[in-house]
């Protein structure tokens, strides 16, 4: 709920002066893995969806965008002769705020997310996803970097790299030869939006 008032305190700005403000949805593919946990590639394949809304600040150039969305993360790693098969499946409704650079048909972006983990559930043998054994923490901070292309009319791609910069779990183990004390999840989103205004 919290989190629902702090959108909402955030939108009305957006939509005091109708001329100055758009709104899109957008969908996305996701390849995540969790930075800490023992593993190296991005091989958990995920989703998302959602909807923004955008204001121009000052000039036609430079904007900022908010927007609300769910989104699937996680971690997989099938068994090797060397690695045990894990899995982790991490539902997270977010709230990502950008700041963006309008030039020609592309948008730099960069900025932050809230998230709010709605589910997660974990498999650590390949006998199943049940409930994780250290629990993940409900909230997620991470930052943002991406760029969006227009394709045609209002269609635009867009690809960006996701990174909580606070663990979203403690877990104390040793890879590689240096101690870890958190795990972080790290994303790269490739999708499209359909900008409605």
Request: glycine share 10%.
């Amino acid at each position: 709920m919290r989190l629902w008032l702090i959108l909402i305190a955030l939108v009305i700005p957006f939509l005091s002066n109708a001329q100055d403000f758009g709104a899109g949805i957008e969908t996305c593919l996701t390849a995540s893995q969790l930075d800490g946990d023992r593993y190296a590639g991005y091989h958990k394949i995920g989703f998302g969806f959602g909807a923004h809304v955008t204001r121009m600040l000052l000039t036609d150039r430079i904007g900022m965008r908010i927007g609300l969305r769910y989104i699937r993360k996680g971690s997989h790693q099938e068994a090797t002769e060397s690695t045990p098969y894990y899995k982790s499946e991490l539902h997270y409704a977010e709230n990502p705020l950008t700041i963006f650079y309008h030039w020609q048909k592309l948008n730099f972006e960069v900025g932050a997310t809230v998230g709010y983990l709605i589910k997660s559930k974990e498999d650590t043998d390949g006998y199943g996803l049940r409930e994780p054994n250290i629990n993940f923490n409900k909230i997620e901070i991470g930052a943002i970097a991406g760029l969006r292309y227009r394709l045609v009319g209002s269609l635009w791609a867009h690809a960006s790299l996701c990174y909580s910069v606070l663990p979203i779990r403690q877990h104390h183990a040793v890879q590689d030869g240096h101690k870890i004390s958190g795990q972080h999840n790290n994303v790269i989103i490739i999708g499209a939006c359909w900008v409605l205004k």
